[in-house]
Each structure stands twice: as structure tokens, then as C-alpha cells.
């Protein structure tokens, strides 16, 4: 069966032998049948999908592949573009620091209904930093990463929308991935935004002045949430320094009006997050030029990149 696959993906496929879509469907590594599919815990759920552990098992002795399958939040829902949008986004991203597509999971009829994906048995970075004391040169690594993964989707043109450490991916102590492509969207050539409006539950914290102002989301306010996932980072992702927490912390004297009406008041006052304790100078500089109020003031991930290179050194 391997060999069959190697063959069929060198474009040898032979009509004798695969005469019906039936069995294409049996040999396309993509393509995962639900039935082979055994649950083994949860993983973890945001505001749209839900992640969970699968076994897929074909030979049915227990030696299968782990998988992570996410899956919309409301099933009966009719799938949704974005759904499918967040699929094909996947599919079309091959880099060391990004989150791999394996195939999907097609319901009778023929809908898409999960995505699968590899698993990263250490989960997001939410649920890895807060165990480890790690030194400040592993955060820039990993910060690094996180850019590098960032400078290959701008270069595809697209915008994340959702960086943050949640949605960063460890699959061991020196490499992590970018996942949840979930808000991603295409910018067009020759354009540099692109404008949404979306109803509620936005990860306004993470989201640039413009973004909460006019709802304008370019590559610079990527980069905003890469500040702020940062600041996530540098803190280990203590929940009690958590960027919500700590905006809201701010927030205080100003009670009785909508949240991100204070938080864009504030933002225009020049309040930003406090810099984290340990963080060396340079770090601290950078962090800000990435929260800078005008978009053009921001580094790109290229410089971004360079930067941590040398910082680490
Ligand atoms: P949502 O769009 O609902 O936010 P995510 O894709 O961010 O969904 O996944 C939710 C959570 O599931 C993540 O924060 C992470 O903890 C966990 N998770 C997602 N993908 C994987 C994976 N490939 N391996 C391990 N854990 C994962
Ligand atoms: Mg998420």
C-alpha cells in the first residue's frame, strides 16, 4: 500500500488498479475516515473550534498515529466559508514553524467537517511556560520562531489576526509552531489592509490602535500581537500578569463605559503594558516599537527576525 501511495504521488496512477473513487479515497493520505478515528482526550478549545487527541487506527491494533482533529464548536451549524477558508489557508502553509496539515475528515455527504492536523504533545505555549522556569535566551528563541513562521505568512500575504501565546504550539523544548489560522486573511497585492467587522469575543488585547479604531488589520498589526505575545512570553504566561488582567488593571478609574472604548483612550494616552521584570534593554526597546501608535513606525519580521539573532548571541 505505501509503495502505491509513493507511486500515486509521483503521478503514476493506474487506472487498472484504481478504477473507482472508492478506492482513491482508500489510498489519498490526506483523506481520514471518521471510523478509524479513536478519541483520546481533549486537547484544548477557543472561541470557534475544539482540538482533540485521536488515535487513527486503520490496522486496528493500537499502533496508529496521533492525530490532532479540530473540529467546529456548533456541529449542526451549516459549515461555514470561513470553515473551509481556514482549511484550505492550512493546507497551503509548509514551514518548519508553522503547524502541519495532514488531510480531513468528510462527512458522508460529502462536507468537510474536521480538520486534521499533527499533534504537539507539549500544547500552546499557555500551557507549557507557566511549568518551566525557562532562561530569558530560550524566550528569544522561541520569539524567534515565532517570527520566522510570521515572515513566511506575510510573504504568502496573509495576516494572522490571532497571535497570541495560545495559539503558539510546542512540540518540544526547542521548537515551536504557529497554529489557529482560524482569523486569518488574504490581503491582496498592491493593498495593505484589510477591513473587518466582526461581532464580539475579538481578542482586543492583542489587537493594534487601529484595529479597535477602524477595524483596519495589516502585516504592522501583526506585529503588534507579536509584541504582545512577547510580553506573554517574557512572563511565562503568568496568569496573574496576563495581558487582559493587566489592561484591566489599568482600566480601573475609568468604569461604566465599554471596554475597548477605555482601552483605545488608553492606548492613545501612550499606556502600554508594563515591560516584564527580567527583560534585558534591547528587549524592552523592541517591545515597544512594535506597540508604536503609527503602523509604519513598527518593524517587520525580517528586522524582527535579525534582531533576535543578535540578541541571543
Ligand atoms: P480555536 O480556533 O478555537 O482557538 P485552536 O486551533 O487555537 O482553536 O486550538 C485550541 C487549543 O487546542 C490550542 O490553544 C491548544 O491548546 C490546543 N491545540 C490546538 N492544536 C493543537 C495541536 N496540533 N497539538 C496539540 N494541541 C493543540
Ligand atoms: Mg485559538
Avoid at 478504477?19 to 475516515?33: C, I, K
Avoid at 487601529?210 to 509584541?227: A, I, Q, R
Avoid at 496573574?240 to 488593571?249: A, I, T, V
Wanted: charged residues 25%; contains cysteine; hydrophobic residues 35%.
Amino acid at each position: 500500500l505505501r509503495e502505491l501511495i509513493e507511486l500515486m504521488r509521483k503521478g503514476f496512477v493506474i487506472q487498472s488498479v484504481m478504477p473507482s473513487s472508492e478506492a482513491s479515497a482508500n489510498t489519498d493520505p490526506t483523506v481520514f475516515h471518521k471510523r478509524y478515528l479513536k478519541q483520546v482526550r481533549i486537547l484544548g478549545e477557543g472561541h470557534f473550534g475544539k482540538v482533540t487527541l485521536y488515535l487513527y487506527d486503520p490496522a486496528n491494533d493500537g499502533k496508529g498515529e496521533q492525530v490532532a482533529v479540530k473540529s467546529l464548536k456548533q456541529e449542526n451549524d451549516k459549515i461555514s466559508d470561513g470553515w473551509i477558508k481556514e482549511i484550505e489557508i492550512l493546507k497551503s502553509l509548509y514551514h518548519s514553524n508553522i503547524v502541519k496539515y495532514k488531510g480531513c475528515c468528510t462527512e458522508l455527504g460529502g462536507q468537510v467537517v474536521q480538520l486534521i492536523m499533527e499533534y504537539l504533545p507539549l500544547g500552546s505555549l499557555k500551557d507549557y511556560l507557566p511549568k518551566r522556569n525557562l532562561p530569558m535566551s530560550h524566550c528569544l528563541m522561541f520569539a524567534q520562531q515565532i517570527c520566522q513562521g510570521m515572515n513566511y505568512l506575510h510573504s504568502k500575504r496573509y495576516v494572522h489576526r490571532d497571535l497570541a501565546a495560545r495559539n503558539v504550539l510546542v512540540e518540544n523544548d526547542s521548537l515551536v509552531k504557529i497554529g489557529d489560522f482560524g482569523l486569518t486573511k488574504y490581503i491582496p497585492e498592491g493593498e495593505i489592509y484589510y477591513r473587518v467587522r466582526e461581532d464580539g469575543d475579538s481578542p482586543v488585547f492583542w489587537y493594534a490602535i487601529e484595529c479597535l479604531k477602524e477595524s483596519k488589520f495589516s502585516f504592522s498589526s501583526d506585529v503588534w500581537s507579536f509584541g504582545v505575545t512577547l510580553y506573554e512570553i517574557l512572563t511565562r504566561c503568568d496568569r496573574r500578569q496576563s495581558p487582559p488582567d493587566k489592561f484591566f488593571e489599568m482600566m480601573k478609574e475609568a468604569q461604566g463605559q465599554m471596554t475597548v472604548v477605555i482601552l483605545i483612550k488608553l492606548l492613545e494616552q501612550g499606556l502600554r503594558l508594563p515591560c516584564p521584570k527580567d527583560s534585558p534593554h534591547e528587549v524592552k526597546i523592541l517591545m515597544e516599537r512594535c506597540w508604536s501608535a503609527d503602523p509604519s513606525e513598527r518593524p517587520d519580521f525580517e528586522s524582527l527576525i535579525k534582531k533576535f539573532q543578535i540578541l541571543r548571541q
